[in-house]
């Protein structure tokens, strides 16, 4: 696909995975299902655009699968997909939501110059690829949230709330200390 397309080919559909750590990944990649591949947007792409052609082409399918439902969420959210890899900022504390992803960002801290060691937690919260899973998963990013904001000491007050929720729903979580 070209730079700013945001129609999905049959070519974009059958990419392989990115090749390292940091390939040239330049896409997103929505679930299909039994009938239908993945299909993979430029980063460029706003959530308005992904949810109009997948509404207009597969509504059923995507509907059902709850892609459109969560498309329109992100939409009120942010006008599109970002890349930490081209985030500047620093933050507080990070979650990611796979182990692919939290590899990648860990990676990322860590090959970056650490110019003010500010520590940074980083959090992965392991979510399927649903509907429902995510609505779960973004519960339990928010209780963990809300816990470390009434907390004076972040680094010891997210171990006890890991603890508290592993316990609570049998999930565990991977967790590191990165630095800016």
């Known amino acids: 696909m070209s730079t700013g397309a945001w129609k999905p080919t049959a070519s974009s559909a059958r990419m392989g995975s990115m ?12 679930p299909g299902g039994a009938r239908n591949p993945p299909v993979r947007y430029n980063f460029s792409t706003s959530y308005k655009k992904m949810h109009s052609y997948l509404f207009s082409k597969h509504q059923k399918h995507y ?16 006008p599109g997909p970002e890349r930490f890899q081209e ?5 507080d504390i990070i979650f990611t939501c796979g182990q692919r992803a ?8 860590c090959a970056r110059d650490q110019e003010m060691w500010q520590p940074v937690p980083v959090v992965n919260v392991d979510i399927d690829n649903t509907l429902e899973a995510a609505s779960l998963g973004a519960s339990i990013i928010c209780e963990l949230c809300q816990g470390l904001q009434q907390a004076d000491d972040t680094q010891s007050r997210l171990a006890e709330l890991l603890q508290a929720t592993k316990e609570k729903t049998g999930r565990s ?8």
């Open 102 to 109: 939290y590899n990648r960002v860990v990676a990322n801290l």
């Open 19 to 30: 090749s390292g750590l940091f390939g040239a990944r330049s896409h997103v990649r929505l």
């Open 87 to 91: 985030c500047p900022d620093p933050f």
């Open 63 to 78: 509907k059902r699968n709850g892609v459109l439902h969560i498309l329109k969420r992100n939409e009120r959210i942010k």
């Open 173 to 180: 979580f991977l967790h590191t200390v990165c630095f800016y």
